[in-house]
């Protein structure tokens, strides 16, 4: 299988930042979302973000259900486990915010219900836009 629309895919390289606000008061930068194991998966992520508008940061959970990718669309079960990554981005943001410390059943709901929306209160950003499996790939 190959990349079904190489402009798509550069558009997306030039123009994809992540998810969230970029109003809100809290960015966190990393450097690449995981995930990548499959050249369906690229496609499926680059098919969602030309349906959608071509954003430049989207809503975390609505573009993960636009891919229909099934391990994207895990976290926001109301019986998932936590994303480790996510968990402690959410704890951090909760102590940037004034917020006393959060327990696993609150930050499961925060992740499920407001974590990188669009109208809350962080970016979640990547410098690279392309997902990977790994650092050690």
Excluded at 72 to 101: C, Y
């Amino acid at each position: 299988m190959m990349i079904a629309d190489e402009e798509l895919l550069y558009s997306f390289a030039n123009a994809f930042f992540g998810y969230g606000n970029l109003e809100a008061p809290i960015w966190f930068v990393g450097m690449e979302e995981g995930g990548g194991t499959s050249v369906g998966e690229i496609n499926a992520r680059l098919t969602a973000w030309n349906q959608r508008g071509r954003r430049c940061v989207e809503d975390l959970p609505e573009f993960c259900r636009a891919t229909r990718v099934a391990h994207l669309n895990q976290w926001f079960d109301p019986r998932s486990n936590i994303q480790r990554t996510w968990n402690r981005l959410i704890l951090m943001s909760a102590v940037l915010m004034g917020k006393e410390p959060l327990d696993l059943e609150s930050r499961k709901v925060i992740q499920r219900s407001s974590f990188a929306r669009e109208q809350e209160n962080e970016s979640l950003l990547e410098l690279f836009p392309f997902p990977s499996p790994g650092i050690r790939q």
